[in-house]
């Protein structure tokens, strides 16, 4: 199990007892942020849930979609339902605040958000059909993995007397945890990082050349084709800054580089989820189908 987002609700940092309520549940700018999050979860989980929707209602209808409307909606629905998760599993820590990191609950909720984040991840690189299914099973075996990881760590706690599962035990379950399945982990979320930075690098270069050549073409700075050339550059720079953070945030939380006690490890979670609502809003007001049906939705009302 990746220390992600919600980490921090459960790490103690020293266990001494097991009904010791975290400390940081006590510290009101860590619940601050944490609503924060959640309301920047619900608001990109709203944004995604009507991109989904809207171009699986046209896929039905039409029986056809563009390829960039497919990769759109990949994206869209893995996020959302990695929103969901990340709503779902601090929700539950909050109700249950002394949980057992590893029983069936939190390994269940884990295994979502490591095959969703390593999915994610593949959808924002699906530049060629045929790499969708070798995806999906890339991201299901890492999650597996992970699973199969937290489920051994599990027995042991079960095997073992609960008061005996100290900070030493616990720490000696993350160090298992992450000598074991970081290399995996690596290799799932570096193999897709990797295939978009060359393709964004292509794309980019691609696209300077043409804004190039539009330039010795036309006169003034205002024409419409320099502004569909903005908006593109917009869009693939917001792309870009979210992905690389997204990829970076998974590998430091995975090294435990951010420890999850501390209030910079929730303003990070807050600043990732913060790009991924504002990238939605852009990705929705961008396609100008979507606008469309969203403008006709509003007006209908």
Not at 80 to 99: D, N, R, S
Request: hydrophobic share 55%.
């Amino acid at each position: 199990m990746a220390l992600d987002t919600l980490g921090p609700l459960f790490s103690t940092g020293e266990m001494s007892g097991y009904h010791r309520v975290p400390e940081c549940l006590t510290d009101k700018r860590v619940i601050i942020l944490v609503i924060i999050l959640l309301l920047l979860c619900l608001i990109a989980a709203v944004v995604n849930g009507f991109i989904t929707a809207a171009l699986g209602k046209k896929w039905l209808l039409q029986r056809m979609l563009s390829p960039y409307n497919k990769l759109l909606i990949s994206l869209t629905a893995s996020r959302f339902c990695l929103q969901w998760v990340v709503i779902g599993k601090t929700v539950y820590i909050f109700l249950h605040p002394t949980v057992f990191p590893y029983n069936p609950a939190m390994q269940l909720l884990s295994f979502l958000w490591e095959f969703l984040n390593a999915i994610t991840l593949w959808f924002c690189t699906w530049w060629v059909p045929r790499m969708l299914f070798s995806s999906v099973g890339l991201s299901s075996l890492n999650s597996i993995l992970s699973f199969i990881g937290n489920l051994i760590i599990y027995q042991d706690y079960l095997r073992s007397n609960w008061q005996s599962w100290n900070v030493t035990g616990n720490s000696l379950g993350l160090s298992f945890e992450k000598f074991n399945f970081f290399l995996p982990k690596m290799i799932m979320w570096t193999m897709p990082f990797a295939v978009f930075l060359i393709f964004m690098v292509l794309l980019l270069t691609s696209l300077g050349r043409h804004m190039k050549k539009t330039l010795l073409t036309i006169s003034g700075f205002q024409g419409s084709p320099l502004l569909s050339h903005g908006r593109a550059l917009l869009v693939l720079f917001s792309f870009f800054i979210l992905f690389t953070s997204s990829f970076l945030s998974l590998v430091l939380s995975s090294v435990g580089t951010f420890p999850v006690q501390e209030l910079g490890f929730w303003m990070w979670q807050v600043v990732i989820h913060l790009c991924i609502a504002v990238h939605s809003v852009i990705l929705l007001f961008s396609n100008p189908m979507l606008r469309e049906m969203l403008e006709r939705g509003c007006s209908s009302r």
